[in-house]
């Protein structure tokens, strides 16, 4: 017998497993690179009211195994639904649970008004980058951070 997979829209009911499951997100950013600053960027699911709006989950046999949080967001460019996180459970990987996410989203964020999909996937999050890949979500800019704490006085660019 095989799994059946599916994706809904985050509601109450659903909205403490996604908190669950994003604590053990989060606690596997710790030691990724880019995962400090994405911590401080993110606040817990658990911290925020209301979050799920534009958020979905991921379901293997009507239990819960991952979610997209969701939001759109206005810019110049015109309304932008923006892919907060995203995250399957290891376990459920490989299910299709990641493009059913992605795929919902989209159709969501069209039918919003939305002029585009953007997301963040971390250096070396290949699992993430190729799942925007798959879904025709490609980069547009690549954001390069160091720590200036982290630099002597003496350091400088030489030309």
């Given amino acids: 017998m095989t799994a059946e997979t599916s994706v809904r829209p985050v ?14 997100l989060r606690q ?18 658990g911290d925020l009211e209301q979050w799920w709006g534009d958020s979905f989950v991921a379901c293997v046999d009507e239990v819960v195994v991952g ?10 460019r015109g309304r932008i639904f923006v892919v907060d996180r995203v995250f399957v459970v290891d376990g459920a990987r490989g299910l299709g ?16 008004g939305c002029a ?11 699992d993430t980058k ?13 954001t390069v951070s160091q720590r200036l704490s982290d630099r002597s006085s003496s350091e400088h660019v030489s030309r």
């Avoid at 585009?116 to 290949?126: H, I, K, Q, S, V």
């Fill in 97 to 112: 649970c990641g493009d059913d996410l992605l795929e919902v989203a989209l159709s969501h964020a069209i039918a919003r």
């Fill in 28 to 45: 596997g950013m710790v030691d990724r690179r880019g995962g400090e600053a994405w911590l401080a960027e993110h606040p817990r699911l």
């Fill in 67 to 76: 979610f997209l949080v969701g939001r759109v967001d206005e810019d110049p």
């Fill in 116 to 126: 585009y999909l953007e997301g963040t996937a971390l250096p070396g999050d290949r």
């Fill in 130 to 142: 190729n799942l925007y890949e798959r879904a025709g979500v490609t980069a547009r800019s690549i």
């Fill in 11 to 24: 509601d109450e009911s659903s909205a403490s497993e996604c908190v669950s499951i994003d604590d053990s």
